[in-house]
């Protein structure tokens, strides 16, 4: 009897979190089975579409579609399987054809979906592939010459997987029906094992292809790359040299790091999931355990060989070119650090300047001022000369007018001098508080 505990009140994402480590389990299946694998690009309005679509088959089938918030979900359909998984930048399909006693990829599981249905799948096709695991003990497969023809005749690369219990083999090439192919020799498999194993070869085959959107990205920006280099080279050089103008070589220096920084923003985000996609290459080749078989490349040497250097240049194009911003960063520091010392040299002889037409214009103020002192001592001078002879008129005063005046200059002027010298000191004192 189940005993119901009065715990708090569950987080609302509580069981969709709980369960989302069992979302994506790998599917069941009854050996022998033949599987298609198809990965579409889709754009935003056809990732709405294709729940629809695929409602549609289940109705056909009279099987519940997927939820309208799924991104994962799988089904029986009469005579297949099917499983389908929407990831962030593609959605995978994948159909079972169980107990498929033919020979290999002589009849595939896409034979048994609904063409018309088929046919109109939004998106468009990353990935095709077809796989078939067949008993190792099977009389039309008993080497690899017999392997190899199933693959047309290419070489095929293969290994010893998930412990010795089953036999991996392909040639990682599309052939004439716009599939690739993998064969599984079932020595021990069981039903879980055989699923994990079909998953783990599907998503090697669609990871290594969506790594490898970055690749034409990095050949198509290494020439401008190594334009950029070459530019800055140019202003940098300019830099060394006392004659360049610092003011055109910043303008272009920034400009050269609007561009750079414009092709960081456009292409950062295919970078970073180019590493992130061969990341996860490498983890479900790990997966796979696999054990050499004499004579043949395993799935990790192959992608060691072909893969790495192309996922290598993507890290590399990224790399030099957040080197080469920094690089422009550094440049452009140096060069603000030069134009404003530039202006400051500028703003220095300006203020010297200043100061001379200052020193000139006191010199000129305090002629002025003496020219002044020598007026107003005239003035008042007259003033007394006036006053005296104005004097004299009276019987009781009798001064001598030319005398007085003449004495009077010098008192006159002591006293003007004074009280302008008290006032330039008072003036003096205001500025100074």
Not at 2 to 7: E, S, W
Not at 214 to 221: C, N, R
Request: some cysteine; overall charge neutral; hydrophobic content about 40%.
């Amino acid at each position: 009897m189940t005993i119901l505990f009065p715990i708090p009140e569950n987080h609302d994402e509580r069981f969709s979190l709980h369960n989302e480590v069992h979302a994506r389990s790998p599917i069941t299946l009854k050996l022998p089975v033949t599987s298609s694998f198809i990965a579409l690009s889709l754009s935003s309005e056809e990732r709405n579409l294709e729940r629809i679509h695929l409602t549609k088959l289940c109705d056909r089938y009279g099987v519940p579609g997927p939820k309208e918030d799924a991104a994962h979900f799988r089904a029986t359909l009469d005579s297949f399987k099917i499983s389908w998984e929407q990831h962030a930048e593609f959605s995978a399909y994948s159909f079972y054809d169980q107990n498929n006693t033919e020979t290999p990829f002589s009849k595939v599981a896409l034979e048994q979906v609904p063409i018309d249905w088929l046919s109109q799948l939004p998106g468009k096709t990353i990935v095709a592939a077809h796989a078939s695991i067949i008993n190792a003990d099977t009389p039309s497969v008993p080497d690899i010459k017999s392997i190899s023809k199933l693959f047309s005749g290419n070489c095929i690369v293969g290994a010893e997987v998930t412990g010795g219990a089953a036999r991996a083999y392909t040639d990682f090439k599309i052939h004439a029906d716009g599939f690739s192919r993998f064969l599984i020799l079932d020595s021990e498999l069981k039903p879980g094992q055989a699923g994990r194993l079909l998953q783990r070869l599907f998503e090697i085959e669609v990871y290594r292809v969506m790594a490898l959107l970055a690749f034409p990205i990095a050949k198509q920006l290494t020439p401008e790359l190594n334009n950029a280099n070459q530019q800055l080279l140019t202003i940098t050089s300019a830099m060394t040299s006392s004659k360049g103008n610092d003011n055109e070589l910043l303008d272009e220096l920034t400009t050269l790091a609007a561009q750079i920084e414009n092709n960081i923003s456009t292409h950062q985000y295919r970078f970073g999931a180019a590493s992130a996609y061969y990341r996860l290459v490498e983890q479900r080749i790990d997966e796979l355990r696999e054990t050499r078989i004499q004579g043949l490349q395993t799935i990790g040497e192959f992608m060691n060989r072909r893969l790495t250097p192309a996922i290598n240049t993507c890290a590399s194009t990224s790399k030099r070119f957040n080197s080469l911003s920094k690089r422009i960063n550094n440049a452009g520091q140096l060069l603000r650090t030069r134009v404003d010392m530039t202006i400051e040299r500028q703003n220095q002889a300006l203020l010297t300047s200043m100061d001379l037409r200052a020193k000139m214009q006191l010199r000129l103020q305090e002629t002025v001022e003496g020219l002044s002192i020598v007026a107003i001592t005239s003035y008042i001078v007259s003033l007394i000369n006036t006053v005296t002879k104005a004097a004299n008129t009276s019987e009781h005063i009798d001064l001598n007018p030319t005398l007085t005046t003449g004495l009077s200059i010098p008192i006159v002027l002591l006293i003007v001098a004074l009280a302008v010298r008290r006032i330039h000191n008072k003036i003096h004192t205001w500025n100074e508080d």
